[in-house]
């Protein structure tokens, strides 16, 4: 019998247009399973402007070490999606068993699970053992009551994303907004971003909610709503330079994040980037007026959030939270007249190699939300 010997794509670390599709290191035919391990077979994951900024700062946050290719030069992009368990050899984990989690761009995946519980368990292979353990989390879908098959596309699509916006939300909230009176978002059309609006726009008491966007994604920022104002980009040299702000940068644009704090100088509050959905343009940009802009990364704000009262609010009060907040996300994206998130299926590596290459050039439709099977 011939073994499926699968694929996955690999993407040059330092040249991120440069891939190439080589056979799936975890499957069937390349590695039997041993004892505690499980086998996934990868239907589906979402690809988003998020992915590019895995690959982007890949080396600087240790987004490559997830799925190590065994080549200096060469990665693996993670993205969130489903995969069914074909092969069991753990306890708790049965074969049939369908998951969401964090996977390889690729066909299949080999698990160590650990802290199994009916909720789902966590990947103790001790390649991850250091890494931040909120992406090696996988949960059953049986066991999610907010699951549905006919939505996978929207779940893969926005939950990564909205739950880094309510992090957002959280930290800067909890330090009070840095005392700003607005909080200047860049990259207003891409989804983090809108998530992130419609997350401080729940509050009763925030700052002004200002996006930025090109020009020409200016009109479908607008029809989003949830920010107070909407600005294109070339607008930054004209914004009162007297309103306390935060930046928060999506873009990770270094012109644009210059032209951002020389406006604002002195009175930029705190300057928080995010993503490099124009990873083209990252960079230090050497000595900026203002504050030094300051990465934010989402586990660290779930750790701080995950630890008991009263230092935080336990696992079960995130998640409360976080549920709550993303239902009540998940309620306006359905209810949006006219719908304006279509979710679209490819497959095959041609299809994920051509959708990679959008996102990565930012030509990727803001409308839609990819869906990808290799």
Same mark, same amino acid.
Not at 100 to 124: C, E, I, N, Q, W
């Given at each position: 019998?011939?073994?499926?010997?699968?694929?996955?794509?690999?993407?040059?670390?330092?040249?991120?247009?440069?891939?190439?599709?080589?056979?799936? *290191?975890?499957?069937?035919?390349?590695?039997?399973?041993?004892?505690?391990?499980?086998?996934?077979?990868?239907?589906?994951?979402?690809?988003?402007?998020?992915?590019?900024?895995?690959?982007?700062?890949?080396?600087?946050?240790?987004?490559?070490?997830?799925?190590?290719?065994?080549?200096?030069?060469?990665?693996?992009? *993670?993205?969130?999606?489903?995969?069914?368990?074909?092969?069991?050899?753990?306890?708790?984990?049965?074969?049939?068993?369908?998951?969401?989690?964090?996977?390889?761009?690729?066909?299949?995946?080999?698990?160590?699970?650990?802290?199994?519980?009916?909720?789902?368990?966590?990947?103790?292979? *001790?390649?991850?053992?250091?890494?931040?353990?909120?992406?090696?989390?996988?949960?059953?879908?049986?066991?999610?009551?907010?699951?549905?098959?006919?939505?996978?596309?929207?779940?893969?699509?926005?939950?990564?994303?909205?739950?880094?916006?309510?992090?957002?939300?959280?930290?800067?909230?909890?330090?009070?907004?840095?005392?700003?009176?607005?909080?200047?978002?860049?990259?207003?059309?891409?989804?983090?971003?809108?998530?992130?609006?419609?997350?401080?726009?729940?509050?009763?008491?925030?700052?002004?909610?200002?996006?930025?966007?090109?020009?020409?994604?200016?009109?479908?920022?607008?029809?989003?709503?949830?920010?107070?104002?909407?600005?294109?980009?070339?607008?930054?040299?004209?914004?009162?330079?007297?309103?306390?702000?935060?930046?928060?940068?999506?873009?990770?644009?270094?012109?644009?994040?210059?032209?951002?704090?020389?406006?604002?100088?002195?009175?930029?509050?705190?300057?928080?980037?995010?993503?490099?959905?124009?990873?083209?343009?990252?960079?230090?940009?050497?000595?900026?007026?203002?504050?030094?802009?300051?990465?934010?990364?989402?586990?660290?704000?779930?750790?701080?959030?995950?630890?008991?009262?009263?230092?935080?609010?336990?696992?079960?009060?995130?998640?409360?939270?976080?549920?709550?907040?993303?239902?009540?996300?998940?309620?306006?994206?359905?209810?949006?007249? *006219?719908?304006?998130?279509?979710?679209?299926?490819?497959?095959?590596?041609?299809?994920?190699?051509?959708?990679?290459?959008?996102?990565?050039?930012?030509?990727?439709?803001?409308?839609?939300?990819?869906?990808?099977?290799?």
């Amino acid at each position: 019998m011939v073994q499926d010997a699968g694929s996955r794509l690999l993407v040059a670390r330092r040249r991120l247009h440069d891939v190439r599709v080589a056979p799936d *290191p975890d499957a069937p035919a390349a590695r039997p399973l041993a004892d505690g391990e499980a086998r996934l077979a990868i239907d589906r994951f979402a690809l988003t402007a998020n992915n590019i900024t895995y690959a982007a700062f890949g080396d600087a946050m240790q987004y490559w070490q997830f799925f190590p290719t065994g080549e200096d030069d060469w990665g693996c992009v *993670p993205v969130w999606g489903f995969a069914t368990v074909i092969e069991s050899r753990a306890g708790g984990v049965p074969v049939g068993e369908r998951v969401y989690g964090y996977l390889p761009m690729g066909t299949h995946l080999v698990v160590r699970p650990g802290h199994v519980k009916a909720a789902g368990f966590s990947d103790t292979q *001790p390649h991850r053992a250091a890494l931040a353990a909120v992406y090696n989390q996988y949960l059953f879908c049986t066991a999610d009551p907010a699951y549905e098959p006919a939505r996978e596309g929207h779940h893969a699509v926005l939950k990564p994303l909205f739950t880094t916006a309510f992090l957002i939300d959280d930290f800067l909230a909890e330090a009070g907004f840095f005392g700003a009176a607005q909080v200047l978002l860049s990259s207003a059309s891409s989804k983090t971003a809108y998530a992130t609006a419609f997350c401080l726009s729940r509050r009763r008491e925030r700052p002004r909610i200002v996006g930025l966007t090109s020009a020409a994604n200016l009109a479908f920022a607008q029809s989003l709503g949830c920010s107070d104002t909407l600005h294109a980009y070339d607008a930054v040299p004209g914004l009162d330079p007297a309103v306390p702000t935060v930046y928060v940068d999506f873009a990770g644009s270094t012109s644009l994040r210059r032209a951002v704090h020389e406006r604002f100088d002195e009175r930029l509050a705190y300057s928080c980037a995010v993503g490099g959905t124009h990873w083209g343009a990252l960079g230090g940009a050497g000595r900026l007026p203002g504050p030094k802009p300051e990465l934010f990364f989402a586990p660290a704000q779930v750790r701080k959030r995950r630890a008991p009262p009263p230092e935080g609010w336990g696992a079960d009060g995130l998640n409360l939270r976080l549920g709550e907040a993303w239902q009540a996300f998940i309620d306006r994206v359905d209810g949006a007249s *006219p719908p304006w998130l279509k979710i679209r299926h490819q497959r095959g590596a041609a299809a994920v190699e051509s959708a990679y290459r959008l996102m990565l050039d930012g030509k990727a439709d803001a409308r839609e939300g990819l869906m990808l099977s290799l």
